[in-house]
């Protein structure tokens, strides 16, 4: 049973920066993948970035790429989401997300397991 709660959110002005943080416990290899997904109200949840825990992989969203960053530190068993240069469009609830496998997919119903999700504000 795998288990992934996020921190790490609040409210950031634009232009400015934030980390996000999600802890990962209950895996039983690391053949996984560890993705982060966003949602504003009324809208659909977006994929955001994925990680390949093992070798390292990365994708990106197309409307994050160049600004959101990332990364996991195996030892402390969590996975981050450098968020830079931010904008009020990046206002929406994080969440972090997880599936078996090695593929870094963006749809969320490869996402087997998801956190309760940490809300980011960005003020004009």
């Known amino acids: 049973q795998v288990q992934l709660v996020e921190s790490g959110g609040g409210l950031v002005q634009a232009g400015g920066s934030l980390r996000l943080s999600c802890a990962v416990s209950?895996?039983?290899?690391?053949?996984?993948?560890l993705g982060w997904f966003r949602q504003a109200p009324g809208k659909e949840r977006d994929f955001v970035s994925g990680?390949?825990?093992?070798?390292?992989?990365?994708n990106y969203g197309d409307s994050v790429k160049g600004r959101f960053t990332i990364s996991r530190d195996n030892a402390k068993n969590t996975v981050y989401l450098q968020m830079n240069n931010l904008t009020p469009e990046d206002t929406a609830v994080y969440y972090c997300a997880a599936r078996s496998g090695g593929i870094v997919y963006s749809a969320t119903s490869r996402y087997a397991y998801w956190g309760q999700g940490t809300q980011v504000t960005v003020s004009s």
């Open positions: 990680i390949n825990w093992t070798d390292g992989r990365t």
């Open positions: 209950g895996r039983s290899d690391n053949h996984y993948v």
